[in-house]
Every structure is written in structure tokens, then in C-alpha cells.
């Protein structure tokens, strides 16, 4: 709220308060979007201690897709045909593109595309909580304490997730798209979809905002349906009963109001304000900005070859939005209402081959594929880093009830493009893939990795709570992949 000063009836400008109560109405009117604006404006690099040298990534972009629940890596990256069959599971192993790599039988399509992946096997994070392993996985920081189920957001666990990092150490600078067309408005550096991450009690994980950072780093939450027909992102939509020329008239009355207030406040919050105004109207009116969201501009080959399902249009529209300027974009296979309580997601608690074959990763293969193909054709794939992971594995024995439950001690991660080299494993698990045998890696080491990759020294320095630097990251670069 902006307070007003005094008791005249007009402004000094001769702004009335019944014009103050028509700014306070915009977002009512239809400019909701200024409540997203919380993720864009991070502290700017002038602000932060001399950091070191920020110019050896070559990506410029970033795609999570995040697998939540845990695959099983005995059924996807790294399976165990010569283990007894409750440990090796219902599924063989196929050839790839690449001699001597060999992935789940339900992957044929990330089969023919190896020659462009880099797969960790030896991924760990030590702790068998969704939640508390999660937080691990999207900060590089482990929960304290470590498996804790049900975990809130909130200290001592408030560490930035990664797209928070992103946008605090990538200031915002405008520039053009790489094809939706036009000029690009102030997007954000980093952005979720189509939902955030909880738990059956609807508990939200810890690790996905901005924690300590504080609001001005949260990445934007995009909470949609890309699948839906029609889709829409309200916050991308102009409403019908206010075209342009009333929101430009009350982008002017706005302006006004903010220069009648501007010796109101002395700490910043106005300017603040200011800028996510600002924002808000660059985007409602950039064709480029609302363009991004609009999926029904893809040709219907296109939308067919990611797949009509959730996680395959939403991979899509993450595809559009780094295409148009976007840092991060983390694509979240989460909770939707169609889920069963025992096995939701990717926690096969239960039924695990039946949920594999039908319903998990015919749509992750199609899309996962279709991302690096399209990527690649458009000359893409060298500037975007994609990066496949969850918050851990699944536990190398089926379980009574032909499932496998948590298990943090190993499990695989896939990335491909941006500096990845193609082709390769690296790491391993026992012959039971219960344990790393080689080449163990930390959730802290993935985040070095990207942030290397994207041209930000993992120990670039971020200011905590107190104003003290820190590095934003304390693990070892996986120079094996690069």
C-alpha cells in the first residue's frame, strides 16, 4: 500500500483521490501481472563485491525438467540386466546411438539422441525425504536436518533455488528474442511451470524460491495448463474490457500518481514499485512477451511431436520462453488431480511397471526427445542447457507390493547441450545400483555445473540476510561432462 501524506484534497499535481482509487483498481482491471513481478529485479551486480570472471559459459539459457517423485534408475539411465530379476526389474536394456550405452527399453526415442547426452549415474544426495531431498537437489544445500519429510520452507532451510541464484547474478538487460519475433520486453530471468511441488498433505517443498534472496529474486510461478484448449496465462492477457488505449491512459495516470509520491518514501520500496509497474505494462502491450505463451502459434506437427500431455506442452512452452529471452525456465511433473494417492507422480510405491509402460515415460521420452531434436534444428541446443533430474532414485529391490520406495544414495541425472559434451557416462553405480561405485556426485556439483555452464562462477558472491557475502555455491564443476 502507498500511503498519501496530508489531508488535501487534490495532489500537488492536482491528482484527486478518486484518480488514486482508479490506480488502486488497475490490478482488478486487468493488470494482474505486477503480482508476479517479484522475480525480476535482483540486486544488480554494482550493488555485490567484486565477483570473479563470469565469461566462460557458453549457454544462455536453461531447461529443468524436473521428475518429481523419483524414476527408477534400474528402468531409465542405468539398468542392471545381469542383476536378479527383483532387483533388474520388468524392462531390458536397449542400444543407443552411442556403442556401449545402454538405456531403459522404454526410452527408444532418447535412444537415437545419446550421441547428445551426458548421463551421471552416480548422482547422490544421501537422504530418502521428497521434501528434504528436494530442497537438497534445487539449492545444492542439504536440508538441515537431513530426511525430513513434510519439510517447510523457512529458515535454516531458506537457501535460494536456482533460478533465484539466476536472477540475482544475471541482472536484467533487455535484448531480442532468437524467433517468436519482435522486440522483447523486460521478461524474467527464471521461471516454473506449470505448478509448484507438494506433498500429499499439499505441503510445499522447500528449495523452489527465492528463501534469504528475499522477493525481488523469486522466480515468476506460472500455475497453467498447456495442455488446456484454449490455454491462457492470465498474467500474459490483456483483458477484453481493457484495450490499449485505456491501459495506456491509465499507464499515464500511473506515471503521475508516482511522481506526486516520489519524496514519499525514502527506502526504495516506491522505486521498486516503479519498476514492476513498468514491467507489467511493457508486457501486456510487447507482442513479443504475450507471443511466448501462446502456444496455439505452433504448428500442430509441432504440438503433436512434444505430445498433448501436461509434461509434454509444458516442455513446449519452456521452449518458447527461453526462445524468447528467458534464463531458466524448470518444468515440474507434479501433483495433478488424476494422480493416485499410492503411487502418485513418480513415487512408485506400487504397480511400478504398469505405471512406467502406460503412463510415466512413453510422454518423457516423446518429450524429452522432441526438446533436443527441435533444439538442435533450430541451432539452438549449443546455447541451451537442458538438465533431467528429481530429488532421487528409487531403491534397488521391488518392494512386496511391485514397487520401489525412496532412495538418495544413487541415482541417475541427464543433461545434454549448452557445453555438455554429448555421448558419454559418467560415474557408476554398484552391480545393484544401490550405492556409486565411480565418479560420485553431489546435488552442490550439478549446481556448479549449470551455473559454469551459463557463464556464472559457481562462487560468485550473494549477500544473505545480513548483508554478508557469500558463495553462491561451494561444489565441484563436473569438468568430466564439459
Not at 432 to 450: E, F, K, M, N
Request: with cysteine; proline share 9%; net charge neutral.
Amino acid at each position: 500500500m502507498l500511503p498519501i501524506f496530508g489531508a488535501k484534497a487534490r495532489l500537488c499535481d492536482q491528482v484527486t483521490r478518486r484518480e488514486m482509487l482508479r490506480v488502486g483498481g488497475l490490478g482488478a482491471l486487468g493488470l494482474s501481472l505486477p503480482c508476479l513481478l517479484t522475480g525480476r529485479h535482483a540486486r544488480a551486480a554494482a550493488d555485490q563485491p567484486d565477483q570473479p570472471g563470469t565469461s566462460f559459459g557458453k549457454a544462455k539459457s536453461c531447461i529443468v525438467l524436473f521428475l518429481m517423485g523419483g524414476p527408477p534408475q534400474h528402468s531409465t539411465w542405468d539398468p542392471k540386466p545381469n542383476a536378479p530379476a527383483n532387483i533388474r526389474g520388468d524392462f531390458a536394456p536397449i542400444a543407443t546411438a552411442v556403442p556401449g550405452i545402454h538405456i531403459g527399453e522404454l526410452m527408444p526415442r532418447l535412444a537415437r539422441m545419446t550421441d547428445k547426452l551426458a548421463i551421471l549415474r552416480a548422482m547422490s544426495t544421501g537422504d530418502n525425504a521428497h521434501s528434504s531431498s528436494g530442497y537438497y537437489m534445487m539449492t545444492g544445500r542439504p536440508h538441515q536436518p537431513m530426511q525430513v519429510e513434510n519439510a517447510n520452507p523457512g529458515p535454516p532451510n531458506d537457501w535460494p533455488t536456482l533460478g533465484a541464484l539466476i536472477q540475482a547474478l544475471r541482472p536484467p538487460s533487455p535484448h531480442r528474442g532468437r524467433g517468436v519475433g519482435g522486440e522483447v520486453a523486460a521478461l524474467p530471468a527464471a521461471i516454473r511451470l506449470p505448478n509448484r511441488i507438494f506433498n500429499t498433505d499439499g505441503s510445499v517443498w522447500p528449495g523452489q524460491d527465492s528463501g534469504f534472496l528475499g522477493r525481488a529474486a523469486n522466480p515468476w510461478l506460472f500455475t497453467c495448463e498447456p495442455h488446456a484448449v484454449p490455454f491462457r496465462i492470465p498474467e500474459f492477457s490483456l483483458d477484453a474490457q481493457l484495450p490499449a488505449p485505456r491501459l495506456h491512459e491509465r499507464h499515464t495516470l500511473l506515471q503521475r500518481v508516482e511522481r506526486s509520491l516520489s519524496d514519499a518514501d525514502r527506502s526504495g520500496a516506491l522505486t521498486t514499485f516503479s519498476r514492476q509497474q513498468q514491467q507489467a505494462f511493457d508486457i501486456l502491450v510487447s507482442a513479443q512477451a504475450g507471443g511466448a505463451v501462446q502456444l496455439e502459434r505452433e504448428p500442430a506437427t509441432t504440438r503433436e511431436r512434444y505430445g498433448r500431455s501436461p509434461f509434454g506442452q509444458s516442455i513446449l512452452l519452456a521452449r518458447r520462453l527461453i526462445e524468447a529471452g528467458v534464463s531458466l525456465v524448470q518444468v515440474n511433473w507434479y501433483r495433478g488431480p488424476d494422480e493416485p494417492p499410492d503411487n502418485p507422480c513418480w513415487d512408485s510405491h506400487t504397480d511400478e511397471s504398469d505405471r512406467l509402460r502406460r503412463v510415466l515415460l512413453p510422454p518423457t521420452d516423446q518429450a524429452f526427445a522432441a526438446l533436443l531434436e527441435d533444439l538442435n534444428q533450430r541451432g539452438m541446443l549449443d546455447e541451451t542447457l537442458v538438465v533431467c533430474m528429481a530429488e532421487f532414485g528409487r531403491t534397488p529391490r521391488l518392494n512386496g507390493r511391485g514397487g520401489r520406495d525412496h532412495w538418495g544414495p544413487v541415482f541417475s541425472v541427464a543433461l545434454a547441450g549448452g557445453g555438455v559434451r554429448g555421448g558419454i557416462v559418467h560415474g557408476a553405480s554398484d552391480a545393484q545400483g544401490a550405492q556409486p561405485s565411480d565418479g560420485r556426485v553431489q546435488p552442490q556439483d550439478l549446481t556448479a555445473t549449470i551455473l559454469h555452464c551459463l557463464g556464472i562462477h559457481p562462487e560468485s558472491e550473494i549477500l544473505d540476510r545480513l548483508g554478508r557475502p557469500i558463495a553462491a555455491c561451494r561444489g565441484e564443476v563436473i569438468r568430466q561432462i564439459l
